[in-house]
């Protein structure tokens, strides 16, 4: 199993420009999570989703889409990037069976600076 | 949600036992006590979670005070791979909300 698989690994964008970051797990988890860390900071929740076709918002939505069109994969959109949103991207997956406090896995991240 | 307070850093040496404090004085009957920890440049990794009795697993224990308004992780042995910030988090009844404090920084000297 890969895991929690997230692409790209770096990324610069300018100011205004869109990207999508991608995730995708392979460990047919239903839970799926999207979180961004700024420097010597803990991490944030963006989004999270309990399964194919559903998504909520988590503590800092704003300037960020999502969609869970399948259960491997959790894309993340940013729109008219801006500054404020250079940061270190985690996806992270969880499975729903049984106790309902299984453990988050985590992708390497997405290094993202907007100039 | 109730909240977590860690020391900012801590140090150890390797080969000896590490003990991790978290104060949550605020927990509620419902909140499980996670620890994840963070190695440079890597995502979180699970640790160890529990509600209200010790827990032990083949990374860490997890010790829980009668009234759990505190806990500790305990590393038997640290390695150097041990260093890595450490993450102490309540959820409420359920992981899908973690919110994760700033940790506290260990680090282990050879």
Not at chain 1, 7 to 25: D, V, Y
Not at chain 2, 46 to 63: C, D, E, F, K, P
Not at chain 2, 78 to 94: F, H, M
Request: hydrophobic share 30%; aromatic share 8%; proline share 5%.
């Amino acid at each position: 199993n890969a895991g929690v698989t997230q692409t790209p690994k770096f990324r610069i964008l300018k100011i205004g420009q869109s990207m999508t970051l991608q995730c995708a797990q392979d460990m047919n988890h239903n839970y799926m999570y999207w979180y961004r860390q700024d420097p010597g900071m803990g991490l944030k929740l963006i989004y999270y989703s309990v399964g194919a076709g559903i998504t909520d918002k988590g503590e800092v939505p704003n300037g960020y889409n999502v969609s869970r069109s399948t259960t491997e994969d959790f894309p993340l959109r940013l729109e008219l990037a801006a500054p404020s949103q250079t940061s270190v991207y985690f996806c992270a997956s969880s499975s729903s069976v049984g106790d309902r406090n299984q453990p988050q896995h985590f992708g390497d991240g997405t290094r993202l600076s907007i100039l | 949600d109730a909240k977590t307070t860690q020391p900012n850093s801590m140090e150890s040496n390797e080969e000896e036992p590490v003990h991790l404090p978290c104060n949550h004085s605020t927990i509620s009957g419902t909140d499980y006590i996670h620890w994840y920890r963070q190695l440079p440049s890597q995502g979180p990794e699970y640790v160890i979670h529990g509600l209200t009795s010790n827990v032990n697993n083949r990374m860490a224990s997890l010790a829980i005070a009668e009234d759990r308004k505190s806990s500790t992780l305990i590393l038997h042995r640290a390695t150097l791979r041990d260093a890595a910030v450490y993450y102490c988090i309540l959820s409420g009844g359920s992981n899908y909300k973690l919110t994760f404090g700033k940790g506290t920084l260990l680090t282990v000297n050879p």
